[in-house]
């Protein structure tokens, strides 16, 4: 399938497969779009958020925040160094 048959849908609609007649790594592309996110699955991972941050200061003071967001800070800075 050549480049300009695939329209303008972006590479994250392309799955990898082995061509079974060729034997060679080919694109396909994938006939299914990821559904949206709804408002339910965004209150589930708000909900689980919102529960670790909660246990963290129960069970560790804070430690574990504090912890990863000093890791955050240094990626952040590791990254500016490519800019």
């Given at each position: 399938?050549?480049?300009?048959?695939?329209?303008?849908?972006?590479?994250?609609?392309?799955?990898?497969?082995?061509?079974?007649?060729?034997?060679?790594?080919?694109?396909?592309?994938?006939?299914r779009i990821p559904p949206p996110m709804t408002?339910?699955?965004?209150?589930t991972i708000f909900a689980l958020i919102v529960?670790?941050?909660?246990?963290?200061?129960?069970?560790?003071?804070?430690?574990?925040?504090?912890?990863?967001?000093?890791?955050?800070?240094?990626?952040?800075?590791?990254?500016?160094?490519?800019?």
């Open positions: 399938m050549a480049i300009a048959e695939w329209g303008l849908l972006s590479f994250r609609h392309l799955v990898y497969r082995r061509d079974q007649s060729a034997g060679c790594l080919a694109a396909s592309l994938q006939n408002n339910r699955l965004a209150l529960v670790a941050v909660l246990a963290d200061q129960a069970l560790n003071g804070g430690a574990a925040g504090v912890f990863l967001m000093r890791k955050f800070i240094d990626m952040v800075e590791y990254l500016s160094f490519w800019r």
